[in-house]
């Protein structure tokens, strides 16, 4: 049985609490967090606390708190030598304090606290600087039904930058879209089959393949048609930007 | 029993011609196309032609041709006061020839013939000139099992404006994600959960609501380290674009 101690108590703590919590493998043995009413209803379940220096021994610290803090927080931990993990996928695995092992679980999925979520639906990324601390941080991942995946610093990197742009750049171009129809009176509702269909359809077949539309077929009627269209000029710039990028990709010249 | 000609045999005709297939309010009775090769296969479960002159007496007429020739073939039928509709998202209902009752049936989802398509997830748009035409459309419509809606063409425009927006725009970004990761070697496919998570999670939620990251938080340390990584000039001008848009949404100052 591997001993975990989880350290905050936000979106992503509460979701690995839960989800362990469904395993065999792992026991979170201790839960932490600096305000401790947040794990309060949790208090017959797990042993909690809101003192770093009472933290029991365990196999496994897990840092699920603000990127801003992992580097104080770890620093805080008064233990050396111990595996700790901090849960970021932009922050540094050497921001955590040296005297530590070290190593990163980064969950690659958009958590609330409210929403349910299925770890089979939710990619975990691992790099370790010691190779040692592979296979336990796998085990881990593992347990909790998640796809894994050993990466590098660069390519945590790049997940994370790629992550906006497919998860908080796509929600604001359906945000876009709720602007638009509004405008006339018509509902965004309608967009929703369209959209899901978006994202089924690259499960599949990669994004180049995918494309449709007047940029890919450089129809310049309907592009000029819709820039007319668009009274805001923001949304005229994305527009442009983007019919500009897809013609890129697929060999056009520019608008 | 309603009876069909269809024109057309391209990715909305075919996908029409499987769904009226399954009903038992629609008959297609005559399906038609320039080029008799593509409908050949279906020769013996429909009658089909090729010559404009021949085709038969139905209630309707489904033009479920290219947009450019919508006006030229619906004035080249032979024949007159018939209800006549065309598919596009984008065309005027006033570019069908005069002569006929004027309508579209503008099916809100990316149709491709080789994928199969429920029509439960394919809102179909209605618009008429006449009123009287309304019900037979609706009927049809719902016959196919689909979500239906009454609009008007300047809601029409708009939803196929937004489409833009949510399908070949959100597929570009899908395509940026995976040329960004591939450029470390990551695996774009560790996104594709987050990227059906983000489609999923506005069925339930507004764009608006469901937004997080970065530029909402206005974390800038983030977006600067960001914009450094970024290496493409043009997945730069979309990254402080989209940025700037989700601050404009979101009541935060530009970047
Ligand atoms: N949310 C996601 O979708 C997601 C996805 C992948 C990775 N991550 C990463 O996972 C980590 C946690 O994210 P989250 O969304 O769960 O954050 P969150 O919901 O904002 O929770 C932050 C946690 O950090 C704690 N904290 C803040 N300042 C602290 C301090 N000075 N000392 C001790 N604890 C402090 C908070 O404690 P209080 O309860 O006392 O405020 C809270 O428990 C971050 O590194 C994030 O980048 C998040
Ligand atoms: N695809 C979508 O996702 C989608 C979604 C909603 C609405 N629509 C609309 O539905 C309509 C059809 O789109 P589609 O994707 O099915 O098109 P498509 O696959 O390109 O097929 C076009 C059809 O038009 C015919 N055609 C072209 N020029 C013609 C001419 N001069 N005379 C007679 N027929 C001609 C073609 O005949 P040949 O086989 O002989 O070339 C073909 O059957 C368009 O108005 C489109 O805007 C499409």
New binding site residues.
């Given amino acids: 049985m591997i001993s975990v101690v989880l ?9 690995l609490f839960k989800g362990f919590d469904k395993t065999s493998e792992v026991s979170v043995i201790q839960w ?4 401790i ?2 794990i309060k209803p949790y208090a017959n379940s797990v042993d909690i606390t ?1 003192d770093l220096n009472d933290l029991k021994d365990a196999d496994i610290y897990i ?8 580097s ?2 770890s620093k ?1 931990l008064p233990f050396d030598d111990k595996l700790v993990v ?6 540094s695995v050497y921001d955590l304090d040296m005297k530590h092992k070290r190593g990163v679980l ?8 409210s929403a349910e979520m299925d770890f089979a639906n939710v990619p975990i990324c691992i790099e370790t600087i010691d190779k040692k601390s592979y296979p336990l941080l796998k085990k881990i991942a593992v347990s909790l039904g998640s796809p894994t995946k050993r990466i590098n610093s660069d390519q945590r990197r790049v997940l ?1 930058l790629a ?1 906006v742009f497919v998860n908080n750049f796509t929600n604001q171009l359906y945000r876009i879209g709720h602007e638009i129809t509004e405008s006339e009176g018509a509902e965004f509702d309608l967009l929703k089959p369209l959209i899901l269909e978006t994202a089924k359809k690259i499960q599949e077949m990669s994004p180049f393949k995918a494309q449709t539309g007047p940029a890919k077929r450089n129809d310049k009627k309907t592009i000029k048609k819709h820039l007319k269209q668009l009274e805001n000029e923001q949304h005229k710039a994305i527009y442009e930007l983007l019919t500009d990028s897809i013609k890129a990709t697929h060999g056009r010249k520019k608008l």
Same sequence: chains 1, 2.
């Fill in positions: 350290l905050g108590a936000g979106n992503v703590a509460t979701h932490y967090n600096r305000s009413h947040a809101d840092l699920a708190v603000s990127d801003d803090v992992i104080e927080v805080n901090h849960t970021s996928g932009s922050v980064y969950p690659l999925q958009s958590f609330s606290k994370h992550a």
